[in-house]
């Protein structure tokens, strides 16, 4: 079944559940769902890096560490714990005539093939036509616990390569399921729309 076949079967559910009144605006919100998942999409980069508390700068790596940072970073890996958590920046391009907009989206994240997270950004997003916009995507994860098979250096230097330390590439993955808001009703669309990008 196609995005589009998919997409009216969103609308015609969204008829039997509202109001005459409401049709005109189901149908300009499901259509404004509709173009957003038909923009261009682009995962920009991945900034404000924190590990343990402490700002991973572009290019840091962890003899810029001074003694306190590294005694945490040691006591840290000691209880085999090591939190980290940054920003996914998406680009989003509206060659529309009409506005492209969500108002929400589930997403699940992945590094170097492991699922870091899969959760909802309750947080709305509206591209004018003919307009690029951005949307911000918050992270937290414990990277020992998620990469627990590899060494402790393997994983604090997989923290410094997303802040760009390495040569190493980053294999970054990223699905996101937009929702549109209709009579308090979330309607998801049927499928995610999928990003990846590696990260040197």
């Known amino acids: 079944m196609s ?4 997409t009216l079967i969103i609308i015609f559910v969204a008829l039997g559940l509202s109001s005459c009144e409401a049709l005109t605006q189901i149908a300009n919100q499901a ?26 700068s572009k290019g840091m790596t962890k003899s810029d560490l001074n003694v ?7 006591n840290a890996l000691m209880s085999k714990s090591l939190p ?14 009409i506005a492209a907009s969500m108002a929400k989206m589930d997403y699940i994240l992945t590094l170097n ?4 997270v899969s959760t909802t950004l309750n947080q709305g997003v509206n591209v004018p036509a003919n307009s690029k916009g ?5 992270i ?9 098979g590899e060494s402790a250096d393997a994983i604090v230097n997989l923290a410094f390569k997303l802040a760009g330390a390495s040569n190493e590439p980053v294999n970054v993955g990223l699905k996101v399921k937009p929702y549109i808001k209709i009579n308090n009703q979330q309607l998801a669309y049927p499928d995610f729309i999928s990003l990846d990008k590696t990260l040197k």
């Open 3 to 6: 995005r589009l076949k998919r």
């Open 31 to 56: 259509a404004q769902m509709y173009n957003f998942v038909n923009c261009t999409f682009d995962l920009n980069n991945i900034n404000n890096i924190k590990m343990l508390d402490v700002n991973l």
């Open 68 to 74: 306190s940072q590294l005694l945490k970073l040691t």
């Open 84 to 97: 980290v958590s940054f920003n996914v920046n998406l680009d989003v391009d509206n060659p529309n005539s």
């Open 113 to 116: 093939g492991k699922q870091v």
């Open 134 to 138: 951005s949307v911000s995507i918050p």
């Open 140 to 148: 937290t994860t414990d990277l020992f616990e998620l990469f627990s």
